[in-house]
Structures are given as structure tokens and as C-alpha cells.
């Protein structure tokens, strides 16, 4: 891509980047100020209590360890909801340890002639602690908290994980998509939010310090230190403004929608299906009512949009009949298509109150697939003809289908496969693993367009392991009711989208480069659908 087509690229996504900017600054300011307004307290607790200073600092240091993706996924399923309270949480603890220990550190290292001289002349411990030894510590605090701010930076970006906005929404949907281009729109801006924060701190930090105050009135210095004071908040502010003021936007550029009424929430999973189908989805409703739609897209996977959808958090996503009956009722394998969907629609209306729709006509089941070259000088056809070679081979598979009982372990079972290595890939970058010779077997999806881009060859499920994946919508009962009209609009789409047209969608995305924004809006013109 040449730079004239990359600023193009920016400038059309300019008001969505100011959007997540804003959503970014947001994210990492209020809980850096949330941190600072406990951890400040608590490191001079720990000064002056000894006593507990180890398991306090212990415990602080111990949060810092666990990895950001499982302190989001915990709070996740602790707060049972999605957005930017689990993420505000997970930042406000792993920005706790630098500002307690960088607090305690630096009125431990006031020194004791200082402290003395205040004893001396009569000082009572609340003014020793609020004259000498919080001034003097001053500058070991501040640069806790830049640190705090500058990690809180990077570690805000896992936050479109579960939902909650920021510049990692582009990685997040740029890693789904094999998109370089939307991993540098969100990982560029990140590293530059983080040179702004350090800076404005430390320019904050420049005007506290003694010296200043002796600059000569008028001089370049002293006008320049109420600027200083104020660079940490003039950040923030402009975070505050980017989001309030840029209208909203969600996953993709806009369709003219005129006056909407009540905002329908579309969430998807991670990855290039996902994303296509909740663009479908998303456009009709726009085409065909009144209302609006949220596009909480790339999510993350089957248990976060199921619990955000349970928890009224998104109205509908799309799901799959197997992953419905597997993972989500632990229900035993239903081979045929039709009785699985009525099983599942049956039990998520009782005990979920979530209704399924009619399906969108394909079946996307897990195939195990290997590179075609492999497949034939090997003579390999079916999943049983792995079993021999099997502790030779190295696999790659999903995460979720590497832990799921109608994934790795339950095929294990199945076929009496033991891989010699396993890895958990992501989806997007399973097929260019495999490919490359990295892994030998994956669990591809059997609709996606990769399969070919990749000269790969599925194998035969020649023993029925794997149930029916037919694909839905599913949808709020409430909202439903309420909102008549989107389930009519939904309707129109059942049975029209075949296996192999799936493909070819998929294709369009993850071969072509196309956006699924455009994906989906051809796709509904040549049905005649908007």
C-alpha cells in the first residue's frame, strides 16, 4: 500500500480514530486518578505502619503478576458484564504497585537529618509527614504514577477484549481480519497516546519543582508553569471532548440512517465470519426500521457474547447450532441438523429467554484440515487416517477448541488422536501456521475462504464427531417483543447464505482484502435486500 492510499485509509477512518482515542484517554485517566487517589493513601499507611507493610505490598505485588488478559476475563465473570467497568477495574489494580511502592519508596528516603531538624523545632508527626516528607517525596511519586499512566496505556488496548472501546478495538479487529492496517491504525496512535501521558506528567512534575517558584516573574519559565500544571488535565479533557463531541461510531463507517429510534446492539465474536454476519445483520435492521445500531463487534469468544447477550448487554449476535448445544447447554452430540436446532431453541427460550431465528443456510462445522500436499503424498482422506502418525504431528487449534468437548479433547477421544505438540492459535493466524509448515493439522472452520487461499485439504469427520454448526440469529426475547419489526427484518435473510457462498464471502475478507462493511452491503444488494 502507498502512502497516498494509507492517508486515505486514515482520513476515512479519522472520526472513528478520534472516537477510540478519546475512549482511550478515558479509559487510562480515570484509572490512573483512581489509583492515585488509593494508592497515594495507602503507601503512606504502609510507611507508617510497618507492621503491615509485607502483605499489604505482597498482595499489590502479587495483582501485578497475573497476566492482563486473565484479570479481565476474571473481572469479566465476576462483574457477569461486559464494557468498561471489568477494564476500569484491571487498570486501576496493575497501576496500584508504582504509585504504592514509588510512595512508600520515596518517604523512606526523606533524609533523617531533615527529619530530625523538623522534630527539633517542634513539628508534630501530621506536619513532619505533610510539610517535609510529602513535598520532598514528591518527585519519587510522580514518577510512580508516569508509570502507572504509561502502562495503563498499553494495557487499555486488551480492553476491546470485553467490549469496553479504545485503540485496541482496531487491533482487536485487525488481528480478526489479518489486516495490517487496522493493527497500525490502533497500535501507532497507542504508542503516541503514551509519549503524550508521560510527557504532560512530566511536565507536570517540572512545575512542582522548587526551583520554579524562584523564576523570575515574567520570565519565559514562569509563564510557561501554569501550561506544565495543567498538561495532565488539557490530556484528559481532550479525551472527554473527542468522545463527547465525535458523533457515535461503531465498527465500521456509517450508513445514512436519518432520524433513528431506540438502538439495536449487535455483538460478534473474533473473528472474520463473525464480524461478516453482524454486518449483515446490522445493515438490514438499519435498511429495513427506524432503528439504530450499536456494533459491538470482536468481542472475544462464545462465553463473552453469550453472558453479554444473557445479561442484556448486546440484543443479538449470530450463533452456531453445536457450539449452542455443546458448550453453551452441555447437551449431548445431535447429528441430525434439524432436531439440534429445535433442542437448542427450545432450551435457550426456557432457560435464557433468548429466541434462535430461522438459520442463514450453511454449516459451518470444525474440519480437520491439513496442507493439500500432505494430504495426498501421504494418502491421508479421513480424520481416522491421522491416528498413526498422530504422536509425529504438531497441532494448532483455537483456544476454544482446544478446551471445548466437542473440540480437541472430545475428537481425542473420538478418534484415539494424540498430537505430539500442541498450540493455541488465534483464529486469524491458524491457516498461515499451517501453511508455513509451522503446525501440520488445525481446526478450520469448513465455510472459510482460507481453505483455498491456502491449498489446504479438509478430512472426512468419517466417524460423525462433530455436531451440525448451522448458523442464526439470536436475539433478546424482550427485544423481540418489543421491537416486532427487527425480527421481520432478520427473517429475510434465513436460508439464503449457502456453504459455498459463505466461503466466497469469507474469501471476499480475508483473501481480497475487502472491508465486511462492503462485504455485507453487496451481499444484500444482489439479494435486493437494501
Same mark, same amino acid.
Given at each position: 500500500?502507498?502512502?497516498?492510499?494509507?492517508?486515505?485509509y486514515?482520513?476515512?477512518?479519522?472520526?472513528?480514530?478520534?472516537?477510540?482515542?478519546?475512549?482511550?484517554?478515558?479509559?487510562?485517566?480515570?484509572?490512573?486518578?483512581?489509583?492515585?487517589?488509593?494508592?497515594?493513601?495507602?503507601?503512606?499507611?504502609?510507611?507508617?505502619?510497618?507492621?503491615?507493610?509485607?502483605?499489604?505490598?505482597?498482595? !499489590?505485588?502479587?495483582l501485578?503478576t497475573?497476566?492482563?488478559?486473565?484479570?479481565?476475563?476474571?473481572?469479566?465473570?465476576?462483574?457477569?458484564?461486559?464494557?468498561?467497568?471489568?477494564?476500569?477495574?484491571?487498570?486501576?489494580?496493575?497501576?496500584?504497585l508504582?504509585?504504592?511502592?514509588?510512595?512508600?519508596?520515596?518517604?523512606?528516603?526523606?533524609s533523617?537529618?531533615?527529619?530530625?531538624a523538623?522534630?527539633? &523545632?517542634?513539628?508534630?508527626?501530621?506536619?513532619q509527614?505533610?510539610?517535609?516528607?510529602?513535598?520532598?517525596?514528591?518527585?519519587?511519586?510522580?514518577?510512580?504514577?508516569?508509570?502507572?499512566?504509561?502502562?495503563? %496505556?498499553?494495557?487499555?488496548?486488551?480492553?476491546?477484549?470485553?467490549?469496553?472501546?479504545?485503540?485496541?478495538q482496531?487491533? /482487536?479487529?485487525?488481528?480478526?481480519?489479518s489486516?495490517t492496517?487496522?493493527?497500525?491504525?490502533? @497500535?501507532?496512535?497507542?504508542a503516541?497516546?503514551?509519549?503524550? %501521558?508521560?510527557?504532560?506528567?512530566?511536565g507536570?512534575?517540572?512545575?512542582?519543582?522548587?526551583?520554579?517558584?524562584?523564576?523570575?516573574?515574567?520570565?519565559?519559565?514562569?509563564?510557561?508553569?501554569?501550561?506544565?500544571?495543567?498538561?495532565?488535565?488539557?490530556?484528559?479533557?481532550?479525551?472527554?471532548?473527542s468522545?463527547?463531541?465525535?458523533?457515535? &461510531?461503531?465498527?465500521?463507517?456509517a450508513?445514512?440512517?436519518? /432520524?433513528?429510534?431506540?438502538?439495536?446492539?449487535?455483538?460478534?465474536?473474533?473473528f472474520?465470519?463473525?464480524? &461478516?454476519?453482524?454486518?449483515?445483520?446490522?445493515?438490514?435492521?438499519?435498511?429495513?426500521?427506524?432503528?439504530?445500531?450499536?456494533?459491538?463487534f470482536?468481542?472475544?469468544?462464545?462465553? &463473552?457474547?453469550?453472558?453479554?447477550?444473557?445479561?442484556?448487554?448486546?440484543?443479538? $449476535?449470530?450463533?452456531?447450532?453445536?457450539?449452542?448445544?455443546?458448550?453453551?447447554?452441555?447437551?449431548?452430540?445431535?447429528?441430525?441438523?434439524?432436531?439440534?436446532?429445535?433442542? %437448542?431453541?427450545s432450551? $435457550?427460550?426456557?432457560?435464557?429467554?433468548i429466541?434462535?431465528?430461522?438459520?442463514?443456510?450453511?454449516?459451518?462445522?470444525?474440519?480437520?484440515?491439513?496442507?493439500?500436499?500432505? @494430504?495426498k503424498?501421504?494418502?491421508?482422506?479421513?480424520?481416522?487416517?491421522?491416528?498413526?502418525?498422530?504422536? /509425529?504431528?504438531?497441532?494448532?487449534?483455537?483456544?476454544?477448541?482446544?478446551?471445548?468437548?466437542?473440540?480437541?479433547?472430545?475428537?481425542?477421544?473420538?478418534y484415539?488422536?494424540?498430537?505430539?505438540k500442541t498450540r493455541?492459535?488465534?483464529?486469524?493466524?491458524?491457516y498461515?501456521?499451517?501453511?508455513?509448515?509451522?503446525?501440520?493439522?488445525?481446526?478450520?472452520?469448513?465455510?472459510?475462504?482460507?481453505?483455498?487461499?491456502?491449498?489446504?485439504?479438509?478430512?472426512?469427520?468419517?466417524? /460423525?464427531?462433530?455436531?451440525?454448526? $448451522?448458523?442464526?440469529?439470536?436475539?433478546?426475547?424482550?427485544?423481540?417483543?418489543?421491537?416486532?419489526?427487527?425480527?421481520?427484518?432478520?427473517?429475510?435473510?434465513?436460508?439464503?447464505?449457502?456453504?459455498?457462498?459463505?466461503?466466497?464471502?469469507?474469501?471476499?475478507?480475508?483473501?481480497?482484502?475487502?472491508?465486511?462493511?462492503? %462485504?455485507?452491503?453487496?451481499?444484500?444488494?444482489?439479494?435486493?435486500? !437494501?
Amino acid at each position: 500500500m502507498g502512502p497516498d492510499s494509507m492517508i486515505l485509509y486514515i482520513t476515512d477512518r479519522l472520526p472513528e480514530l478520534w472516537l477510540r482515542t478519546g475512549e482511550h484517554l478515558l479509559l487510562t485517566g480515570c484509572s490512573t486518578m483512581a489509583a492515585l487517589f488509593i494508592g497515594i493513601p495507602l503507601g503512606i499507611l504502609v510507611f507508617r505502619n510497618s507492621w503491615i507493610r509485607s502483605p499489604v505490598m505482597g498482595v !499489590i505485588g502479587t495483582l501485578q503478576t497475573i497476566p492482563s488478559l486473565a484479570m479481565l476475563a476474571f473481572l469479566l465473570a465476576l462483574l457477569n458484564k461486559i464494557g468498561a467497568a471489568p477494564a476500569l477495574i484491571a487498570l486501576t489494580l496493575y497501576a496500584l504497585l508504582p504509585i504504592v511502592r514509588n510512595t512508600l519508596t520515596g518517604l523512606e528516603g526523606v533524609s533523617p537529618q531533615l527529619m530530625e531538624a523538623a522534630r527539633g &523545632i517542634g513539628m508534630t508527626e501530621y506536619q513532619q509527614l505533610r510539610i517535609v516528607r510529602i513535598p520532598l517525596a514528591t518527585p519519587v511519586m510522580i514518577a510512580g504514577i508516569r508509570t502507572a499512566a504509561v502502562v495503563g %496505556v498499553g494495557i487499555a488496548t486488551l480492553s476491546a477484549f470485553i467490549g469496553a472501546g479504545g485503540l485496541g478495538q482496531f487491533i /482487536n479487529r485487525g488481528l480478526a481480519l489479518s489486516d495490517t492496517r487496522l493493527i497500525l491504525l490502533g @497500535a501507532v496512535p497507542s504508542a503516541i497516546l503514551a509519549l503524550l %501521558v508521560d510527557f504532560s506528567i512530566g511536565g507536570f512534575e517540572w512545575g512542582l519543582r522548587p526551583e520554579r517558584k524562584r523564576d523570575r516573574k515574567g520570565s519565559l519559565k514562569a509563564l510557561i508553569r501554569p501550561v506544565a500544571f495543567m498538561m495532565p488535565f488539557i490530556l484528559i479533557l481532550a479525551g472527554v471532548a473527542s468522545y463527547f463531541i465525535t458523533p457515535s &461510531i461503531q465498527s465500521g463507517p456509517a450508513i445514512a440512517s436519518g /432520524n433513528r429510534t431506540q438502538s439495536i446492539r449487535i455483538g460478534s465474536k473474533n473473528f472474520t465470519e463473525q464480524v &461478516i454476519l453482524g454486518e449483515i445483520m446490522a445493515q438490514l435492521i438499519e435498511a429495513r426500521t427506524d432503528h439504530a445500531v450499536e456494533r459491538r463487534f470482536n468481542l472475544g469468544g462464545t462465553m &463473552i457474547c453469550h453472558g453479554a447477550l444473557v445479561n442484556g448487554e448486546i440484543d443479538l $449476535y449470530a450463533e452456531y447450532t453445536g457450539t449452542g448445544l455443546i458448550a453453551i447447554l452441555k447437551e449431548p452430540v445431535i447429528s441430525e441438523p434439524e432436531d439440534a436446532f429445535q433442542v %437448542v431453541a427450545s432450551i $435457550y427460550h426456557e432457560r435464557f429467554g433468548i429466541r434462535w431465528l430461522r438459520p442463514f443456510g450453511f454449516n459451518n462445522t470444525y474440519t480437520i484440515t491439513v496442507r493439500a500436499n500432505d @494430504a495426498k503424498s501421504k494418502g491421508w482422506k479421513r480424520i481416522s487416517d491421522l491416528k498413526k502418525e498422530s504422536p /509425529n504431528l504438531r497441532a494448532g487449534f483455537t483456544a476454544e477448541f482446544a478446551e471445548r468437548p466437542d473440540g480437541y479433547p472430545g475428537l481425542r477421544n473420538a478418534y484415539g488422536l494424540k498430537f505430539g505438540k500442541t498450540r493455541d492459535l488465534d483464529p486469524s493466524l491458524m491457516y498461515q501456521a499451517v501453511s508455513k509448515g509451522e503446525v501440520d493439522v488445525i481446526c478450520a472452520f469448513a465455510t472459510d475462504g482460507r481453505i483455498a487461499l491456502y491449498n489446504l485439504r479438509p478430512l472426512e469427520d468419517d466417524r /460423525n464427531f462433530f455436531p451440525p454448526y $448451522y448458523a442464526a440469529p439470536i436475539i433478546r426475547e424482550e427485544t423481540v417483543q418489543n421491537y416486532p419489526e427487527v425480527g421481520n427484518a432478520l427473517s429475510l435473510i434465513g436460508g439464503l447464505i449457502d456453504d459455498a457462498h459463505m466461503q466466497r464471502l469469507n474469501f471476499e475478507v480475508d483473501g481480497k482484502g475487502q472491508s465486511p462493511t462492503h %462485504v455485507a452491503k453487496m451481499f444484500l444488494r444482489s439479494k435486493g435486500l !437494501i
